[in-house]
DNA sequence: GATAAAATACCTCTTAATGGGTATTGTTTG
DNA sequence: CAAACAATACCCATTAAGAGGTATTTTATC
């Protein structure tokens, strides 16, 4: 299931480039940016979001607004507030207000994407660099991929499963045979503890081991 | 030849942003990307570049400093400032120096590829709109799903093939019999035109049609 | 150089998926 | 009320995938 993504940012081009960004990390998000704050509470009131992200300072309408506006439509969602002002006095206010993330626009967009795959719990997370005896969410989790053992090949096997291909396709493109790839496929079956190619996707993209 | 863009901007999502943005145009830019003012300029001294983006407060370095410092290494090359000031003595200082445009960061995508894809001559571009300061911009992706007719119980059966259920346990928790299943993942493949559940799940994933 | 891990490949059998049909029963809609 | 669509269900045959093995070669790594 795809997390459904609310930007909301006047910048038209940071929006755009946010959006781009997320939808190539292969995480399926689904997106709907905004540039001004009137279509976004409305689409915000109609739909459910797993993440919002939005800036403090949207064409002069303060960001804090919003979030108190919304505060019952969102109470299931993950918001960050991405901006270009760090200042103590507003980051202690986004906390106080509930917000879970507070990041400035320098951050890198690894960091970004950690903040929106982190479960939803009710911590408050910004950028380390900020952190005054805050807490931090604790863990980034190191790659699933080695906690499986999934070797170079079989990681280059699944990439393939994705895009459709059969095992003899795969074969083909991988220059090896076919029972290869099916022994391949076995394996790769038992470390992850499934048992046909839709598991094994939805794993995949659960896990972001697609590139 | 592609053009060689160099972008500096401390803001890495903006940074990484606008760049994923002009890989996607087709257009076969050659990227380099800056977050700093000491390595951008030590590359625009080494190499040369078509188009060069800048903003005006990368961590507090003057961005006009920059632009003069490198005046002779950019004679060749297309300037544009990229920035959240958009004061009038700022675009009639950028003019004076002899850059090539002056952006806000609000501009649509379109516009500042169209400003780098227009030939380098000595006008001056600043976004024409840049009193009013509205622009409004909003998109949802909307679903493709109506374009390929797929009814409400095929769309079910997707659903449950992507959280690795067989056809069986489809059957099962659908109350149906298995060839019905079957037939509606025939009939989904051949609306789709593929022939595998791993196109499938691509598919809907690519087209976020999984909620 | 020994050892472990990875990559290669095959055999056998079973199960699942796919693609070609046909056909009945509702449901929606111009 | 037809016509179109959706949902149901089965037949057939073929292909692909999955699960149990075994086994050789190549590549790291200690």
Redesign the interface.
């Known amino acids: 299931?795809?997390k459904?993504i609310v930007i909301c940012d006047?910048?038209?081009?940071?929006?755009?480039?946010?959006?781009?960004?997320l939808k190539?990390t292969g995480n399926?998000y689904?997106?709907?940016?905004?540039?001004?704050v009137h279509?976004?509470r409305q689409?915000l009131m109609q739909n459910e979001a797993d993440v919002f992200i939005c800036d403090l300072n949207i064409?002069h309408f303060d960001g804090f607004l919003l979030l108190e506006e919304l505060k019952f439509q969102l109470k299931n969602t993950k918001t960050i507030i991405?901006t270009?002002y760090y200042e103590d006095f507003l980051i202690q206010k986004a906390r106080k207000l509930g917000v879970n993330a507070f990041l400035k626009?320098?951050?890198?967009?690894e960091e970004?994407i950690s903040v929106i795959e982190s479960g939803l719990n009710k911590e408050f997370y910004t950028n380390k660099s900020y952190k005054k005896g805050v807490s931090v969410y604790s863990t980034i989790d190191e790659p699933i991929i080695n906690k499986f053992r999934i070797s170079r090949q079989e990681k280059e096997i699944i990439k393939l499963?994705?895009?459709?291909?059969?095992s003899k396709e795969i074969a083909d493109v991988l220059f090896i045979s076919i029972t290869t790839v099916t022994t391949h496929r076995k394996n790769i079956h038992r470390k992850l503890e499934?048992s046909?190619?839709?598991?094994l996707?939805?794993f995949a993209?659960e896990n972001n081991l697609l590139h």
């Open positions: 299931m795809p459904q006047d910048h038209l081009l940071f929006l755009n480039g946010i959006s781009e960004l190539n399926n689904g997106i709907a940016k905004f540039s001004d279509s976004c689409h064409n991405l270009a626009k320098e951050t890198p967009a970004l499963i994705i895009k459709g291909l059969t499934i046909n190619s839709s598991s996707i939805k993209h």
